[in-house]
Every structure is written in C-alpha cells, then in structure tokens.
C-alpha cells in the first residue's frame, strides 16, 4: 500500500536553511505536497510540485524531487523562528484529491 | 484567505451526545470533500470520502454508523460523530481539492469528549 515516511525532528539556527526530507511509494502520485501545521492550528497548504518536474522554488522554499528514487525535501532558506511547526509531506492517490500523509517533521528553530 | 472553512473549531461534549462539524468550500464547488482524523503528535488518517450526492465512502476500521457523513450541496460536507465517547476526543479536519489537485484544509475542529 501507499506509505509516506519522514523524519521526525530537525533542530536548526535561525539564519541557517532546513532541509526536510520524505520518501514515499506510490509511483503514480502525480502531486506530492508539502504543508505546514502551527500548534492547536489546521493545515496550510505550503507548496505542491508536479511529478514531471525536478524543482520547484517558491521564495524561501525550494522543493526538490527525485522521482526514480521517489524521494522529495523541502528546503527553507534563511530559517526563521516563526518557521517552527510540523511539517507534513503527503502524496495524493490517483489525483482523487485523497491525500496519504507522512509522520510529520517537527521543525524546532533556536535563536 | 481561507478557501475551506470548518465550524466548531473546538467543541466539548457529554459522553454519549452527538456533535456536528461543518466544512465547507468558501470560493469553489467541491463534490468531493474528505475527512481526516489526527490523534496528538501523530499524522492525519483519513476517515472517510464525501460525495455529493451519493453515499460517503469510509476507510478500513472507520464505523460508518459513529462517524455519519452527509454531502449535503456543493460547498457543504457535515460529519457527525454519534453516541460520542472519550475515545473519540480527537482533531478532525476536512479537506477539498480544488481544481482536482489542490488539496486546501479547514482549520479543523478539537473535539473533546467528557
């Protein structure tokens, strides 16, 4: 069956960059997705890369894909503290909008 | 701003009471909605698909007749959770693609059951 892995912690300073990494397993996801959950808060949609491309760079945030070795990271330039969350990767299921989520990334930033 | 909308955002309830959670699409027709239920420090596990017009779909191990589903227009998908036991106290959210693939989410309703 589809499955999402994850890190589960990652401790930086403010001002470095955070690279967060996820693999996952179902071939065909055609949209993987990256979102960013504050404490006691919903999701927010970070960014999405389609599986045709290799990069996507949106501001601070640069998303890579290796899709052979169905591995993605998030990188966050410039790391700030209002960046501390847990960060989730999903992959959709057959585009249904369906989403299978991994562990979560607890994203801790020291001052 | 905000394209889905979920109410409560927090509800606590009696030990065997039924509660309703809204979520509804703000800007867009969503004949699909899903629901997704995360237990603290853990990821989210969809429960259930909402279809408009049509019987809920609900994942392995998820009790239909506890967790009931109603789709009841294009921009508005209901879960209620029946007979609710502290067991149940959890985070549920929902979600709607839009465009087929944007997968936007509400803010998700803490229910605690008491």
């Known amino acids: 069956g589809e499955d999402v892995e994850q890190s589960l912690f990652l401790s930086v300073r403010e001002g470095d960059s955070s690279v967060i990494n996820c693999t996952y397993t179902?071939?065909?996801?055609?949209?993987l997705y990256w979102y960013k959950q504050e404490p006691g808060a919903g999701l927010q949609l970070l960014t999405y890369i389609f599986s045709n491309m290799d990069m996507k760079q949106d501001q601070r945030l640069t998303v890579l894909l290796n899709k052979k070795d169905k591995h993605l990271s998030l990188r966050i330039a410039d790391t700030q503290t209002g960046d501390s969350a847990i960060y989730f990767c999903?992959?959709?299921?057959?585009?249904?909008?369906?989403?299978?989520f991994g562990q979560g990334t607890t994203l801790q930033v020291k001052p | 701003g905000a394209v889905v909308s979920q109410h409560p955002s927090w509800v606590i309830c009696k030990s065997g009471t039924s509660v309703k959670i809204e979520c509804r699409s703000l800007?867009?027709?969503?004949?699909?909605m899903f629901w997704y239920r995360q237990f603290p420090k853990q990821s989210l596990m969809l429960m259930a698909t909402s279809n408009e017009g049509s019987k809920a779909t609900y994942e392995q191990g998820v009790e239909k007749d506890k967790f009931l589903i109603n789709h009841a227009s294009l921009t508005l998908s209901t879960l209620t959770v029946t007979s609710a036991h502290p067991e149940d106290s959890s985070f549920y959210i929902c979600?709607?693609?839009?465009?087929?693939?944007?997968?936007?989410f509400g803010q998700g309703t803490r229910l605690t059951v008491v």
């Open positions: 800007d867009f027709q969503a004949t699909t």
């Open positions: 179902d071939s065909s996801s055609t949209y």
């Open positions: 979600s709607a693609p839009r465009d087929g693939f944007e997968a936007f």
């Open positions: 999903a992959e959709s299921i057959s585009n249904t909008g369906k989403l299978i």
